[in-house]
């Protein structure tokens, strides 16, 4: 034979040899090639054919080794060739149905008795983790002591998946990894355990199959198994949006041979046998997590054992169909619930309306019923030292007193003296300064720098003492339009006279103010609103007089009274005004502009102003002989108080006089300063006993009128003197009037008058001092206005507060039912048009679009609130500076009852007729979740709203801004623009926006558990949670959403309360 055909002949002898010797080893091998990942392969046979084959060219190669030994001697295995024509014996086959042989780790044993293992394990009893990953096609046993993972793949046999990307291969495109312990179908887990410090190293691996109720966990130490328990009849229950509770009837444990606990060290083998259950644990967000057995497990690990785990399921939109399918229909139960809370709603507002209604009509019960027993006021000495004020006396004096804004004078040594019981007519031409003089007089808060003193009974009473003498009445009437008379003097009175005074007391008063300004005819009539009739501008104008009467004020101050008002009303206004000062020795001061002739003569005294300076101060009545012996007599034919008006404005035409000599010289009178004793307490309303105590004899009430009288007398005779005052030019003639005045007797005798009164002591005045909200007189007004307020006060008036919101809106609904109304109307067209809207795409668009469209209708609903506040501001900002209440009694007063029904109860019913109609997620807690964002979205966009609203005067000012507002924040709130495609420099606006909080709470609430089909083109099945992140929502981010809202209001109702403190201010 040729050499090269004897060595092909050689290899192939050679290789069948090797095939076939490797056949006979592997043999007993079958059953364990026959499982690979948990499914059973077919084994490979054996058959005799091949076997016959081999051993003829065995034959054959003997032959051919036969002629040379070099050559036989290369067969290694050459004595192999001696064995026997049978295969080798093979050992014992692993079968599960045998005692000795079980299948771990929740293997099941199949009828030929091979283990089916679970996914992810392997080896013939199934105690091998395969490695790789749920989406590797052939997974390789573990080799060593740990697994190799794919990309995105952890765990001890790497089935947890840790990102969508993870899953796409084995569930599609659309597949999510599920992060949180709540399962669909196949749930894995790796943990750490926490609180087992007796060994060390210990971990635990988790499988479940839902559908088929059953779990198995296998306890580690380092990377060796332990044991295992497989668990049947269990249940899952979601306590949150992320959190999971679990339970199991059934347990069965066993041991993994030759484990460190199961033989090698401690035995626990026969502990295990005996479990039988049952078994919790409870994880909250997929991570913190505890698992117990309470039948054997507990002896050997008393406290639960708690876990830190990583967790992970790959599920697609058929997996979230098939678990979680959603209802079309509302459940009876659900209706009748919707229904019966609307019931018990409505019953509730109405039994507490009629409980505040009752409570009000005993406060403000008829004057005709009261009924004070002496009783009732015996020993209460606060409430009569008060009522006795009526007739105690408090002299005003104003020395030297100069206004300067922007460096611009607008008075200039203005000096006086008003007594008690006189009336004081302060009058002079358009911007001669009497306005901002009575604001001086008034201590209302100035935007200049005022310089000067007045006095009270010769002394400066502190800012909260001196609202306590003083009343002070605006031009305007600003009244409560939907109060009545005595409602509204009433409630001036609670607000002001002492807390501790018997209501009796206080209801006593407000009949005798009713009494002395002549309306009590009127007294239960409303005060009427535009559109509704209600009392005259007369009787406004004392209603206004008796809001300041109620407190028994000892100097009244009146702006213009009669400004706006007919001859009669006007003389019925000052006549009380009269009564007031003549008989209860009231000091009046009173800005006029033109009064009649008849109401000039109840006037005592009389300051004329031009341009800011005096052109006459003294007895009102004796006007016309100083003029007339100045130059300038009155005709006949002419009103007084029109002439004066005249001459300050204009110089009569006279005959030619020639230029007046310039004075010669000056008077230098010293300022009066603050005295250093003035009281300092006023708990009780002895005031003007206290101010009495710590001054001089008081003149009487005639003397300065004397030396007036006898000055003006001495300058009519002396021609001398007249001839010299009426020298006048057109250029220089208010000025020639003031400097004729100012170096006159009758400007003498006024100085002597006021040092008489203070007791002739030169007083000096700090340097003046000017602050932007208000004005000092040598630091006389550095009391703060609202001062520090004690909760039992705040209490007081904020009851007193709510109770007249309350029956302004009670007695003004059409706003309130206006909300109702177009919630309800809105309610009803939105469930029209979205009717029933069904689980497919066009589905989805409808509930995108009918969310957004309620987010818009309620944030742009609530700019009235910009208007509700603009209605109060003025007599807010009044009422405030007249010492009636403080800033935050009124603020939650309207937040409580005029806010939140507007803005709580109209989203409900808006949200509730609406939602049924739709056809939105019908479960109950879905519903109420719903309800409770759009109230919260509410809520937030009333707060803007009301920041604006107390932040700028103008309606429409506000009313602009916040439409911008609402218009940006719709744009960034995820339905008009993407939010992932917003660029990265302007990401942060969306954080701003409550309708990014709002309308995603709402999207997630209704799409998070939805599935939605659409068969437009192929049948496919869409969970919520992709929609929702294809729109860039996050599915996870309802209660962060909530949370947010809720921040976002009581940060919008701070910034309104800080605005309403510090802007909303009486500035003049």
Request: overall charge neutral; proline content about 5%; charged content about 20%.
């Amino acid at each position: 034979m040729p050499e090269n055909d004897r060595n092909d002949l050689l290899q192939v002898t050679q290789s069948h040899i090797e095939t076939k010797s490797q056949e006979s080893e592997n043999c007993a091998s079958n059953f364990k090639r026959s499982v690979h990942f948990g499914q059973p392969t077919l084994r490979r046979s054996v058959t005799m054919k091949p076997f016959r084959s081999s051993l003829f060219l065995l034959v054959v190669s003997f032959s051919v080794l036969a002629l040379t030994h070099a050559q036989l001697s290369a067969f290694p295995r050459a004595a192999a060739i001696d064995e026997p024509d049978t295969c080798p014996v093979c050992p014992p086959c692993f079968n599960c149905q045998t005692p000795n042989n079980k299948c771990a780790n929740g293997g099941q044993c199949d009828g030929s008795g091979v283990c089916k293992c679970l996914v992810g394990w392997g080896g013939i009893d199934c105690v091998q983790p395969l490695c790789g990953s749920l989406a590797s096609p052939d997974r390789k046993p573990r080799e060593g002591d740990k697994c190799s993972c794919d990309s995105g793949w952890a765990g001890v046999n790497c089935n947890v998946c840790q990102s969508d990307n993870s899953c796409r291969d084995i569930k599609g495109e659309n597949a999510t990894c599920i992060k949180t312990a709540i399962g669909l179908k196949q749930t894995h887990a790796w943990c750490d355990t926490t609180n087992i410090p007796w060994i060390d190293d210990t971990h635990i691996s988790l499988q479940c199959q839902w559908e088929k109720n059953s779990c198995v966990f296998q306890f580690w130490q380092g990377t060796e198994e332990q044991f295992y328990c497989h668990m049947k009849e269990c249940s899952q229950e979601k306590t949150g949006d992320n959190d999971v509770h679990g339970f199991c009837a059934k347990s069965e444990c066993g041991c993994i041979n030759n484990a460190r606990l199961c033989g090698r060290e401690i035995d626990m083998s026969e502990l295990l046998n005996n479990v039988r259950g049952p078994s919790e644990w409870y994880c909250k967000n997929g991570k913190d997590c505890w698992y117990n057995e309470y039948s054997k497990l507990k002896d050997f690990f008393p406290d639960n054992i708690n876990l830190n785990c990583d967790v992970g399921e790959c599920a697609n939109e058929q997996d979230f169909l098939d678990v979680m399918p959603i209802p079309h229909k509302f459940s009876r139960i659900i209706e009748a619930w919707i229904v019966g809370s609307i019931f018990i709603g409505a019953l509730l507002l109405w039994l507490g309306t009629n409980m505040v209604l009752r409570h009000q009509r005993k406060i403000f019960v008829a004057g005709g019923r009261i009924r004070l027993e002496d009783s009732d006021d015996e020993g209460y000495n606060e409430g009569e030292s008060l009522f006795e004020s009526t007739r105690r006396t408090a002299t005003l004096v104003f020395s030297d007193v100069s206004y300067n804004v922007a460096g611009k004078p607008v008075l200039a040594s203005v000096s006086g003296l008003v007594q008690p019981g006189e009336m004081l007519a302060i009058m002079g031409p358009s911007g001669a300064g009497k306005s901002s003089f009575l604001d001086i007089l008034a201590r209302k808060p100035k935007r200049g720098t005022v310089t000067g003193s007045v006095l009270i009974n010769n002394a400066i009473p502190a800012r909260r003492q001196f609202k306590k003498l003083a009343g002070y009445v605006d031009q305007e009437d600003v009244l409560m339009g939907t109060l009545t008379v005595r409602e509204t003097l009433m409630y001036s009175a609670l607000l002001r006279l002492p807390r501790d005074m018997p209501l009796k007391v206080k209801q006593r008063r407000v009949e005798e103010t009713l009494s002395e300004l002549g309306i009590q005819h009127i007294a239960d009539m409303p005060i009427g609103v535009p559109g509704r009739r209600g009392i005259s501008g007369g009787e406004k104008r004392r209603v206004s007089i008796g809001k300041e009467l109620v407190t028994s004020p000892s100097i009244l101050f009146l702006d213009e009274p009669t400004s706006g008002l007919d001859s009669y009303n006007a003389y019925v206004v000052m006549e009380c005004l009269k009564k007031l000062a003549r008989v209860h020795k009231r000091t009046v001061v009173v800005t006029i502009h033109q009064p009649r002739s008849n109401i000039f003569k109840m006037f005592d005294s009389l300051l004329l102003l031009a341009e800011g300076r005096t052109v006459y101060f003294g007895p009102a009545q004796q006007a016309t002989h100083y003029f007339a012996s100045i130059g300038y007599p009155i005709p006949p034919e002419y009103n007084i108080a029109d002439y004066l008006i005249d001459l300050t404005m204009n110089k009569p035409n006279t005959s030619s006089p020639s230029e007046p000599e310039p004075p010669t010289s000056s008077f230098s009178v010293p300022f009066l300063s603050r005295r250093s004793n003035s009281t300092a307490s006023i708990a009780s309303t002895r005031v003007l006993e206290d101010l009495a105590a710590t001054s001089p004899t008081l003149p009487t009430a005639h003397a300065p009128a004397n030396l007036l009288q006898q000055a003006i007398a001495d300058i009519a005779g002396v021609p001398d003197q007249q001839d010299e005052l009426t020298m006048l030019t057109s250029s220089n003639h208010s000025h020639t009037l003031i400097e004729g005045y100012r170096n006159s007797e009758a400007a003498e005798s006024v100085r002597a008058a006021i040092r008489h009164t203070v007791g002739g002591e030169p007083l000096n005045v700090p340097p003046p001092t000017s602050s932007r909200f208000g004005s000092s007189f040598g630091g006389a007004f550095a009391d703060r206005a609202d001062g520090s307020l004690s909760l039992p006060a705040f209490l007081h008036e904020f009851s007193l507060l709510a109770s007249r919101t309350f029956t302004n809106l009670y007695r003004n609904p059409f706003l309130f039912l206006a909300h109702c109304v177009i919630a309800l109307g809105l309610g009803l067209l939105l469930g029209s048009l979205f009717w029933q809207v069904d689980n497919d795409l066009p589905g989805v668009q409808n509930r995108l679009g009918v969310l957004f469209f309620m987010c818009a209708l309620l944030g742009f609903a609530s700019t009235s609130a910009l208007d509700i506040f603009a209605q109060e501001r003025v007599l807010f900002m009044r009422e405030r500076e007249n010492g009636y209440y403080g800033p935050a009694a009124y603020f939650w007063s309207k937040v409580l009852f005029d806010i939140l029904p507007l803005r709580v109860i109209p989203p409900l019913l808006m949200g509730s007729v609406s939602y049924y109609m739709v056809g939105l997620n019908p479960n109950l807690i879905v519903f109420l979740k719903f309800l409770l964002v759009l109230v919260l979205f509410n809520l937030v966009a009333a707060g803007v709203c009301l920041c604006f609203a107390t932040a700028f005067k103008s309606v429409g000012a506000g009313n602009l801004l916040a439409s911008l507002i609402m218009l940006f924040a719709m744009l960034f709130g995820g339905f008009l623009l993407n939010k992932e495609h917003i660029p990265i420099f302007l990401r942060w606006i969306q954080y701003l926006s409550f309708f990014n909080y709002g309308y995603e709470a709402l999207i997630v609430n209704e799409l998070k558990d939805m599935t939605l089909r659409d068969d437009s083109i192929v049948d496919i099945q869409i969970p919520g949670s992709v929609i929702l992140s294809r729109f860039g929502f996050n599915g996870q981010a309802f209660w962060q959403d909530v949370r947010a809202l809720g921040i976002m209001f009581v940060g919008t109702m701070v910034l309104a309360f800080t605005f309403l403190k510090v802007l909303v201010r009486e500035r003049r």
